[in-house]
């Protein structure tokens, strides 16, 4: 079975402008997570969906926005990149639901460079 | 969310037993204790959780203590392939409205020998 799948891969932006990344779930995956990694620090979590409506939020300004389509895929949006934003971005995924703890998949990621 | 305590580094050698350790004291009753590496240039992979008893699965194995204050990530036979970061992470199984959410701290980096 097909892991979670993200897209591009790499990515260079300079700064100003809005980038779009994609993400595949596992199939069956209802639940998509972001998460945003810096070089050497552990990954920080942006935001969940599931269900496409948001279901948690974390500490990212307004220039982050995501949305999750009907067949679970799901997008990250950032808008007015800045020198800050370069990281490595993490789609996870998972079977979802309420007050669960399901194990969550992660993709590769996509690195994401602004000059 | 609670926090999580690992040293910053571990060596070990190729096929002998490693033992990483975790404190949590401040541990909730519906906390889970949940272990995932992250190998170089790959997003986490998930390994193990646990939520009283000791598990075992064909990655490794987790012993939690008694009071559930620390837990230990157990690899009986490290190979070169498991170099990479261990992050202990707590996730509380009551959900509210950061369910979705795992808190990554810094990790435990494993160096593996040849």
């Known amino acids: 079975d097909a892991g979670v799948t993200q897209s591009p891969t790499h990515l260079i932006k300079t700064r100003g402008q809005h980038v779009t990344l994609r993400c595949s779930p596992i199939s069956g995956h209802k639940s998509v997570s972001w998460y945003q990694q810096v070089l050497g620090q552990g990954p920080q979590f942006i935001f969940q969906?599931?269900?496409?409506?948001?279901?948690g939020r974390g500490n990212f300004p307004d220039r982050f926005s995501a949305r999750q389509f009907p067949n679970y895929s799901s997008e990250l949006n950032v808008n007015a990149l800045l020198l800050g934003d370069s990281a490595l971005y993490l789609c996870a995924s998972s079977l979802g639901g309420y007050r669960t703890y399901q194990p969550q998949h992660f993709g590769d990621g996509t690195r994401l460079s602004i000059l | 969310d609670a926090k999580t305590t690992q040293p910053n580094s571990m060596e070990s050698n190729e096929e002998e037993p490693v033992h990483l350790p975790c404190n949590h004291s401040?541990?909730?009753?519906?906390?889970?204790i949940h272990w995932y590496r992250q190998l170089p240039s790959q997003g986490p992979e998930y390994v193990i959780h646990g939520l009283t008893s000791n598990v075992n699965n064909r990655m490794a194995s987790l012993a939690i203590a008694e009071d559930r204050k620390s837990s230990t990530l157990i690899l009986h036979r490290a190979t070169l392939r498991d170099a990479a970061v261990y992050y202990c992470?707590?996730?509380?199984?009551?959900?509210?409205?950061?369910?979705?959410?795992?808190?990554f701290g810094q990790g435990t980096i494993l160096t593996v020998h040849p």
């Open positions: 401040t541990i909730s009753g519906t906390d889970y």
């Open positions: 969906y599931y269900e496409k409506e948001e279901r």
């Open positions: 992470i707590l996730r509380d199984a009551a959900g509210g409205t950061s369910y979705g959410k795992l808190t």
